[in-house]
């Protein structure tokens, strides 16, 4: 168990007592590993006491130092178990992951004075990472790096976009991951011009943009990076000109990164360039996410949100041109905040690159 994190989350709320249900959020904090399905598992959070994590039999646990398991069988009646370890005068704080068939009952019942939202001590806290957190994200993206060369030479003229994301897989784990953070994006073509693209029996073809938005998970740790290259031919004085303009969005965000910066003003810098550029309405979608054990975390760089970046905050600067008569172009790295700046984690070049 976590009990530096746990500290964190209990600092960061006002609430009597925290009700955590989400198991990724679980696991992070208790270092359980657990997946009940549609059965009721919750970590319940007070000051001063000892953390009690609920726990159908069916799911065998090894003790935890300083976690105190209360089991329950099926046809147990949650509520009732819950309300024996919730005070009637607490304010209790839920996340977002709870189920309304277990929220709604205990509601009823008034077991607490108070339900509020107790999502975001949790969510803040997973936000900053700590050393091992950090060490654990640049090693999934150097090995994201890696992947990035050797996808590139996947391309030959007629294959398929989905034949390339079929092998990604094991490209990953030669190079030491365990898994995909998310389903690939592979892209040729008009289709780049789709953000969020999934890879389909389009050909490749001489001339065509090759988008790719990959990321692997290694330990636990997410990465995220996308790179537009040029197959066979370079790209025409248009086409030049937004990626360029991507580029420039790209780097000129990253310089703006340090701590104590709005992120809205970071997506700014970005939308600026673009804009400035007359490829404004071609961006559509918010600058960055935060990831984590997670591929999209609690957070984002976008317009609408001005919370303060912290030192050690973990987002993507992926600005992007959606223009189907000209390029889809998306270049995409990590950053981690500094006090002074930031560290990008990705290596992978963002210059024009030729392929095939």
Avoid: W
């Avoid at 209990?10 to 590993?33: E, F, H, N, Q, V």
């Avoid at 976008?302 to 992926?318: C, G, V, Y």
């Avoid at 189907?324 to 963002?350: A, F, M, Q, S, W």
């Amino acid at each position: 168990m976590n009990r530096n994190r746990i500290e964190n989350v209990m600092k960061r709320t006002d609430c009597d007592a925290l009700l955590i249900s989400d198991p990724i959020a679980i696991c992070y904090l208790t270092g359980a590993r657990l997946y009940p399905g549609e059965r009721f598992l919750a970590l319940l959070l007070k000051k001063n006491e000892a953390p009690k994590l609920f726990l159908n039999t069916l799911f065998p646990l090894k003790p935890i130092e300083g976690l105190e398991t209360v089991s329950y069988s099926d046809g147990d009646d949650i509520t009732k178990l819950v309300s024996e370890h919730v005070s009637r005068d607490d304010v209790l704080g839920v996340d977002k992951d709870l189920r309304a068939r277990f929220l709604l009952p205990m509601i009823k019942a008034r077991i607490a004075k108070e339900f509020t939202d107790g999502s975001l001590p949790v969510d803040k806290t997973r936000a900053v990472k700590d050393e091992k957190e950090l060490e654990l994200m640049r090693t999934s993206s150097r090995i994201n790096d890696a992947a990035m060369e050797r996808f590139k030479g996947l391309v030959y003229e007629g294959v398929e976009e989905q034949e390339i994301a079929a092998q990604m897989l094991d490209i990953y784990k030669e190079l030491g991951a365990q898994a995909y953070s998310f389903p690939p994006i592979v892209a040729f073509g008009k289709n780049a011009a789709d953000p969020h693209h999934m890879p389909d029996d389009t050909k490749l073809k001489a001339g065509d943009a090759v988008l790719f938005d990959v990321g692997c998970v290694y330990e636990g740790y997410c990465s995220d990076m996308t790179r537009t290259f040029f197959f066979k031919k370079g790209p025409n004085e248009i086409q030049r000109k937004v990626y360029e303009l991507v580029r420039k969005a790209n780097e000129d965000a990253a310089a703006t990164v340090k701590e104590g910066v709005r992120l809205c003003d970071i997506d700014k810098t970005a939308r600026d360039v673009i804009e400035q550029g007359g490829y404004g309405k071609y961006f559509t979608h918010r600058l960055g996410h935060f990831i984590g054990i997670e591929d999209h975390e609690y957070g984002d760089v976008s317009a609408s949100f001005k919370d303060l970046t912290e030192e050690n905050n973990i987002f993507s600067i992926e600005p992007g041109i959606y223009d189907p008569e000209t390029l889809g172009c998306r270049i995409e790295d990590l950053v981690v905040v500094t006090k002074d700046g930031c560290e990008i984690l990705n290596r992978y070049p963002h210059d024009i690159e030729i392929i095939g």
